[in-house]
């Protein structure tokens, strides 16, 4: 039998816009209440204010995602306020790209950092009250290209890539804990991340595509909203590719 839904507290970085947007919504629908973090204030402060108007529950707070102090001095409030969050998406991504030669030190950094380096200060900094509580949802948001590679994505892949290992030594950790942690790797999905491909680009992207389509942030979502649910309790350290069947 199916285990009741319970409606949770939630954060998701970059809930701004794209895919983290489409996740803040589909949360809000199913009744929890969605903190939704992004560096733009206007962002996600407009999507935590289409939420509460819909009849929602969401809060919007502000943040470089990659500012250690920033991520400390977000979480330490949400803790004081909420106790803490159930269910943690760490979805805020960038993308700088260039051939490998011309990278430079701050494409690299900045990659790291904002795609790596702050899944690492938002776990650290929620992660607490979900194990005193014994029950939490860890939701990385890696890519394809950190399974299969990408010319001219070195950076993004190693992060991308990162964050999965990331991802399952969380779920050997905490796994005592009754908290899950997995990575879902969306394949190519509309949102302003890939409206700057050029048109040859998006042609040599779908050729590789079985299901001939690009995804939507609904499909990501769809599959986020599950693992965050009741009933996937028994799934954790596993990668998850919502990707029209890129990576098989
Ligand atoms: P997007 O449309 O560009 O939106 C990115 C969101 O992340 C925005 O809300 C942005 O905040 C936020 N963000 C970026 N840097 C941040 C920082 N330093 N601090 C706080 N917030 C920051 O991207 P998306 O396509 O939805 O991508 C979401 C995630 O999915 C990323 O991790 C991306 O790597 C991954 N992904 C995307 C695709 C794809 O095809 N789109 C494929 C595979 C994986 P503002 O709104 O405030 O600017």
Redesign the pocket.
Known sequence: MLLAHQPRIALV??????????IAETFAADGHTVLC????????GGVADAITAAGGKARAF??????PAAAAAVCEAVNAEFGGVDILV??????RDNLLLRMSDAEWGDVL???LS?AFFWTRNLVRPMTKKRWGRIIN?????GRMGNAGQAN?AAA?AGLHGFTMSLARELASRTITANTI??????????DKLTPEQKDAIMRNVPLRR??T?AD?AALANFLASENAGYITGQIFGV?GGMAM
């Not at 970085?13 to 489409?22: D, E, F, M, Q």
């Not at 760490?90 to 993308?95: D, E, P, R, V």
């Not at 790797?185 to 890939?194: I, L, R």
């Open positions: 970085t970059g809930a701004g816009r794209g895919i983290g947007k489409a973090v992004s560096k733009n204030p206007a962002s996600c502000p943040a470089d995602v990659s500012d760490n979805n805020a991504g960038i993308t950092a904002t795609n702050a948001i890696g890519s394809v290209v993004y991308k790797a969306p394949g190519f999905v509309t949102t302003d991340m890939t690009f995804g942030p990501i990707d």
